[in-house]
């Protein structure tokens, strides 16, 4: 069956969806208009007034723990938490890593998902996260590290840490405050564009993501490709033309351009209807390269006014490749108004 | 597939009237959630999504101007609905924890017995074209309206429908090829071009 068709049979809603997006719909205009947040907010900074007032209790000094071996641990799904260094370092996670060092000096490798940490503080402990991305050090803090395809975000809750990203750039963060690095691989980058371009977060952040990998020193050709293929849909989706046309002809002077039937599409559709000129060296290619209907229409309508006989040609073509009435309609009429030209 | 905007039936709704507020229901809630399934993306609730698109034309509805114009009103509510919850999956993603939401659906074992691997894979090939490309490709090629219909609910010319939904159709094709998905027929057809 029609990959499409096939598509349009499994998304099609039946009764029970349309129930539930009624019920839905109903509970969700009975809910309260609004909740008064003004004065909950209010209430909060008052409280939070109050207890700074409050006097300080000075910290009670502890032991420091001793520098021996730490229980090497492989973080993954068989397990979501872990005490260890005599419980004063707790972890949870969801995701997959690896614990090794000393009770001093824990070191945790992170792969990938969410870890969380809580270190005792004035314990002479000095744990560090390391992702490809980041590596996090800290004396006595809680915070969290989540690592996916879009980078290594990490979270403060209390204490400060101090985040090292890959790109060199180093920083001191503290409570309630949290860091982005973004990965810095051309690979990595052209992942993280994918996953912001399918979130539709705004055109900028794709781009500005899309031109760090294009400036990678790691970029491979493929990756490259994709990355350039990716500059020009974002560019032309926000209306960036020019650029967009500029970044297509970029794409198609590499050699062997692995998407090139398709990047002549989108130079052929920037140039405009009206500027035949720039659309006909991509048009020419696209005819000799698997055309379609659409691309052999806009190539006669190019091609007519110096070379008739060649538009007739083309529009045969299409008039061949044509499946349905509408298309075919279309065709004849563009091939009797050459008729009637000549 | 195209349904005539009843401007009685509106007016009807806007002040109150129960039964014209079924018949609204009615009419466009398949609409709604059939846009919310096709363009939503995987890591949307399709059903959730409707419903909050829904809510928001019943307290809204007043403040349309040109009752003329609400299927074009609808899609643009739609459509902000849709980037805002894929926006919300997206932070999901970030910070477990901050929403939760047991009905992930993602992971609901129904809707994902119930959606084949073609399916699926379709899907992924949608996700990779532009937001303004995949919305003409599902309403010209998966809904069968023309350019002049999509261009009313889009808002833009008909020009720029015929321009993105030949560029969508390129890609969409070369996502096929990439996804081992084979030629779709349903393109050299329907719509647009």
């Known amino acids: 069956m029609d990959p ?18 009624r019920r839905l719909t109903e509970s969700r205009l009975q809910r309260p208009a609004s909740v008064p947040w003004l004065g909950i907010g209010l209430a909060a900074a008052a409280l939070l007034v109050v207890f700074l007032l409050l006097p300080g209790q000075a910290p009670t000094p502890k032991a420091v723990v001793a520098d021996t071996p730490i229980s090497v641990a492989t973080l993954d799904a068989s397990q979501k938490s872990l005490s260890t260094v005599d419980g004063k370092v707790k972890l949870d996670w969801q995701g997959s890593g690896h614990l090794s060092g000393t009770n001093r000096a824990p070191s945790i490798d992170w792969d990938s998902g969410h870890l969380s940490v809580e270190v005792e503080p004035q314990q002479g402990i000095a744990l560090s996260v390391q992702t490809r991305e980041a590596t996090v050090r800290v004396v006595g803090t809680g915070f969290s590290v989540h690592r996916d395809v879009l980078g290594t975000r990490v979270e403060v809750r209390h204490g400060k840490v101090q985040v090292e990203c890959s790109d060199g750039s180093s920083v001191l963060i503290g409570e309630s405050q949290s860091r982005l690095c973004m990965p810095s ?37 493929s990756v490259r490709d994709e990355l350039q293929v990716l500059q020009v849909q974002e560019l032309e989706a926000v209306g960036r033309k020019e650029e967009a046309k500029v970044a297509a002809e970029r794409y198609l002077a590499s050699p062997n351009p692995p998407r090139a039937v398709e990047m002549h599409r989108y130079a052929a559709a920037l140039a405009g209807e009206a500027d035949c000129a720039s659309a006909l060296p991509h048009l020419e290619y696209l005819r000799d390269h698997g055309p379609d209907v659409d691309d052999l229409q806009r190539y006669a309508q190019c091609k007519a006014p110096s070379d008739k006989k060649e538009a007739r040609r083309a529009l045969e073509t299409a008039l061949k490749m044509s499946d349905t009435g509408e298309q075919r309609a279309v065709i004849q009429a563009s091939l009797a108004a050459l008729g009637k030209a000549d | 597939m195209t349904i005539g905007v009843d401007q009685t039936l509106l007016q009807a709704v806007r002040e109150g009237d129960l039964r014209a507020r079924e018949t609204l229901f009615a009419q466009w809630l398949p609409v709604v959630v059939r846009w919310c399934a096709r363009m939503g993306g995987p890591s949307v609730d399709p059903e959730d999504a409707a419903a909050d698109v829904l809510v928001c034309v019943l307290t809204r509805l007043e403040r349309l101007r040109d009752l003329d114009s609400f299927d074009a009103w609808l899609y643009g509510i739609t459509r902000r609905t849709l980037a805002a919850h894929r926006r919300k999956a997206w932070v999901r993603r970030w910070v477990p924890g901050v929403f939760v939401d047991p009905d992930d659906p993602a992971d609901r074992p129904d809707r994902l017995a119930e959606c084949s691997e073609t399916s699926a894979r379709v899907r992924q090939v949608l996700e990779e074209l532009t937001a303004n490309q995949r919305e003409v490709l599902v309403l010209c090629d998966l809904e069968g309206r023309t350019d002049e219909e999509v261009a009313r609910l889009l808002e833009i010319p008909s020009g720029t429908v015929k321009s993105r939904l030949r560029l969508a159709r390129s890609s969409f094709r070369a996502g096929c090829a990439r996804h081992a998905l084979g030629e779709p027929a349903l393109l050299a057809g329907q719509g647009g071009g």
């Open chain 1, 4 to 21: 499409l068709h096939q598509f349009r049979q499994d998304t099609e809603p039946d009764a029970a969806a349309f129930g539930r997006v």
């Open chain 1, 185 to 221: 691989s051309g690979v990595g980058l052209l992942a993280r564009a994918r996953a912001l371009q399918s979130a539709e977060m705004p055109a900028t952040e794709v781009l500005t993501t899309v031109e760090l990998g294009l400036n990678s020193k790691d970029l491979s050709e």
